[in-house]
């Protein structure tokens, strides 16, 4: 089952304007890690945040902003006053702990693709 | 000089054929991981190693190998490649359970 869910497939904006990119995980642990990556057209994998469980605070990075709430299990990216520079696929990764079975390897969402137009 | 470097940056290789792709880095983490990358499916894990003597499956270790010779090297080995290996493949390193995973820059792997 995906513990990751990223519902936007791609999502296209004019510049300047504001966009969320939603996420919402799955996971029995009450210990968990939440994450951001970009992916630009050039392919390498950027990090952008790292949030864990028990950090419910939202938080502000320049243009980003993230919104953490627990009750509904999602973890939402905002980007604000958007620039084509953004244009990127962009996931969302979930890293458990006693329930994983992988080494707390990252679960990856299937990423959306964001595209900033002038 | 880039943490996590991969090898080769680009293969186009023929079904059958073996082929390894090479993981280094210099961040001296002990946790190692090899996804790799679909269009529209994310990052799936391959195979992970928490050092030289733990190496571990992840969920698509099917017809994957891997080696982990050095702190600083984890390789992933294809014994016969067919087509529908073909993919991005990423590296990556971690210094603790919880920390930050940092990637390589991929390697693009076509099998024709």
């Known amino acids: 089952a995906q513990k990751v869910t990223q519902a936007q497939t791609e999502i296209s904006v004019v510049e300047k304007e504001d966009v969320t990119l939603d996420c919402v995980y799955e996971t029995r642990d009450t210990t968990y890690y939440l994450f951001w990556y970009k992916q630009p057209p050039s392919g390498e994998l950027v990090f952008l945040i790292r949030r864990n469980s028990f950090d419910e605070q939202n938080e502000i990075s320049g243009r980003y902003s993230w919104n953490f709430q627990k009750s509904t299990s999602s973890f939402n990216f905002t980007i604000t006053a958007s620039q084509v520079v953004d244009s990127a696929v962009y996931f969302c990764?979930?890293?458990?702990?006693?329930?994983?079975?992988?080494?707390?390897?990252?679960?990856f969402g299937k990423g959306t693709s964001l595209l900033v137009t002038p | 000089d880039a943490d996590v470097t991969q090898t080769p940056r680009n293969r186009i290789t023929k079904t059958g054929k073996r082929i390894m792709l090479e993981c280094s880095q210099t961040?001296?983490?002990?946790?190692m991981y090899w996804y790799r990358q679909d269009p529209g499916l994310g990052l799936r894990l391959i195979y992970y190693s928490f050092d030289v003597k733990d190496i571990n499956k992840g969920e698509i270790s099917d017809g994957y190998s891997v080696s982990r010779q050095a702190q600083a090297k984890f390789s992933l080995s294809l014994e016969s490649a067919i087509p529908n290996q073909t993919a991005l493949y990423f590296c990556?390193?971690?210094?603790?359970?919880?920390?930050?995973?940092?990637f390589g820059p991929g390697t693009r792997l076509t099998v024709l």
């Open positions: 990556a390193t971690r210094d603790g359970d919880w920390d930050t995973q940092y």
């Open positions: 990764a979930l890293s458990e702990g006693r329930h994983s079975n992988s080494g707390y390897a990252l679960n």
């Open positions: 961040k001296g983490h002990d946790r």
